[in-house]
C-alpha cells in the first residue's frame, strides 16, 4: 500500500533528524578528542624538553603533548591532598564558583582543545622572525606619569650597581609625557621605547575601553607584559615591573647555573593554587603542592627556545582574557601555565620569597599585626648563591607619604624582614596574607592618613635586614636621587625614592611619538 504523502514527509524528517544528531556526535566527538595515528607515527614527549635548543625543535614534542590522554578534574585535584587546606594560603576564596562545584569535564576538555587548535594554526612562525631577537636586555611596561618616576629610579639602581645593561621601555598608545620621555632618554645610553598599539609589532596586543559613555578611553589589560616579551628586541628579556629595584646587576642572573639549565625563571609569589582550579586539567597538569604562583614582577625567557611557549601564554591572557581572568590572576600564573600546557620545565629559585617591612611601636598591643610586610625580596636562582637579587615594592605604592616619612624617622622604611623557617622546602606552608592596616600604632597619626596593605608573616619573628643585604636597603633607597615632589601639608618634604607620592601629570606627549624600535 502506497504511503500517504504527509506520513511519508514525517519520517523523511524524523529520518533527517536522526541521522543529523548522529553527525552532531561524531562532529562534537571529533572536536572534544584529538585525533588518533598509528602508535608508532607518534612523536614523544620529552621530559628533557627544555633543552630544545629552538623553539622550532618544540614542534614534534608539542604534537606528543597535544595526543596526549586528557586529564579530568578529579586527576588533576588528586595530585594535591594537603591535610588541612584552611592552613594554606590559595589565591582565590573557597566561594569562586569553580571552587564550590566543579566545572565539567566537557567544558574542561572543549577549552584544552581551544588552545590545542590555537597551538596548531595560530602561531607566529619562529624561524621568519628570528633574526629580528639579539642580545640580552631589560623590558619595563610603563607609559604613565607615576610608573615613568619609578622607571627612573630602576634606572639610577642599574647606574649604582655597574649595569650597563640595554633597557626597552613598552607603553600604549600617547601615554608617554614629552618630559618624561626626554629625561629618561638623558639617563640610560642604551634604551628604546616601543608603542604597543603600533601597527609595527608582531604581536598586537589590545586595550578596553571601560565605559561605552567614553569611547575615547582605552585602558591596557594584562597582555601588555606577554606582548613586551614577544614583541621585545631581545633574544633573552628580563621583564622587570616599574617598581621592581635590581639589588644585583641583572647581567648575573643570565649567568646564573638555573637559567642555563632552563633557559628560564619564574619567581614565586606567596599563594598557591587551588586542587579546583580548572587551569589544572585544562593544561593537562596534575596540582602541585612543591610550587608557589607566579611573582611576575621578575621574569627571565630565553625567546629563542620558548617563543612559541609565550604566545600561548598571551593568548592566555590577551585572546581567552576573559575566561581565564575567571581563576587566574592577570597575566603573571599565564607563563607558568602555558609552560605546564606544554609539558616544560621551567627554572626557580631554590629559595622562596622572602618579606620585608617595618615594624610598629613595641607598645602596640595588637602583635599580630606589629609587621607590615610592603616588599618582597626575590632571590638570585641559584642554591649555591641565593642573594637578594629583587626589592619588588608591590604594597609600598599603598604606603601614604606621611607614613612614609614618619617610618624614616625611627629606623626607615627597609627595617626587617621575615623569612620561612625551611624557605627551601617547596611543599612547606607558611601562615602568610595580604590584610589591610589603618596605622593605628601611630600616636600622632595626621588626620587624613590612608591605610594601608601589608603582608602579614605570623610564624616567624622579624629580623634585620642587615643579615640578608649587608648595609641594609634603606641607604640604597635613600641614595638614589629622585626628583623633588611636594609633600602633603604638614609633613617634610623630601625625595622619595620610589617618587611618592604619587602625581598626576597633565602634560601629554604631544610632538613625534617616541620612535618604535627597529
Known sequence: MAIPYNNRYTKLAAASIVAFFLYYLAISNSLLETPRIPFQDLPAIRDDAHRLPTADDFLPHFEAVMRAPGMTIAQAKAGCHWPDEGKVNFQFGPDYDWAVKDR??????????????????????????????????????????????????????????????????????????????????????????????????????????????????????????????????????????????????????????????????????????????????????????????QESGQLLVDKTRFFYHLQLAAWFNNEQGSYYAGFLLGDKDTFRFAWHALKTQYGRPSRWLTSVGTLAPEAFDKKDNQYCGHSFAQHHPDHSDGRVAFMHGGLLKTMDPKVMTWQRTRGGVYQVYKRAPRDEDKEYNMDVTITGDAIDYWEDKPEGTKAQWCTRFRDVTARPLEEIIPGGFEHTFEDIPAPVIAAPSGVTAKNDALGFPLMRSSSRYEGRPPVPMS
Open 104 to 293: 565539567s569535564d566537557w567544558e574542561l576538555r572543549k577549552r584544552r582543545n581551544q588552545w590545542h587548535r590555537f597551538m596548531r594554526s595560530g602561531l607566529i612562525p619562529y624561524a621568519p622572525h628570528a633574526d629580528q631577537f639579539q642580545g640580552k636586555g631589560v623590558v619595563i611596561v610603563a607609559g604613565d606619569s607615576e610608573s615613568m618616576k619609578r622607571v627612573r629610579v630602576v634606572l639610577r639602581a642599574l647606574k649604582k650597581l655597574g649595569s650597563k645593561v640595554p633597557v626597552e621601555l613598552h607603553y600604549w598608545g600617547n601615554e608617554v609625557a614629552q618630559s618624561d620621555y626626554d629625561e629618561v632618554m638623558e639617563m640610560w645610553d642604551d634604551i628604546r621605547f616601543n608603542d604597543l598599539s603600533a601597527p609595527h609589532n608582531l604581536f598586537k596586543a589590545t586595550s578596553f575601553i571601560p565605559s561605552p559613555k567614553f569611547p575615547n578611553l582605552t585602558l591596557p589589560n594584562y597582555s601588555f607584559k606577554t606582548a613586551a616579551m614577544i614583541n621585545s628586541r631581545f633574544a633573552e628579556p628580563l621583564l622587570l615591573d616599574s617598581d621592581n629595584i635590581p639589588v644585583i646587576a641583572p647581567e648575573e642572573l643570565w649567568n646564573s647555573e638555573t637559567y642555563k639549565e632552563y633557559g628560564s625563571v619564574f619567581w614565586p609569589d606567596i599563594a598557591r593554587t587551588r586542587p579546583q582550579n580548572p587551569v589544572w586539567p585544562i593544561t593537562n597538569t596534575a596540582c602541585r603542592m612543591d610550587e608557589w604562583e
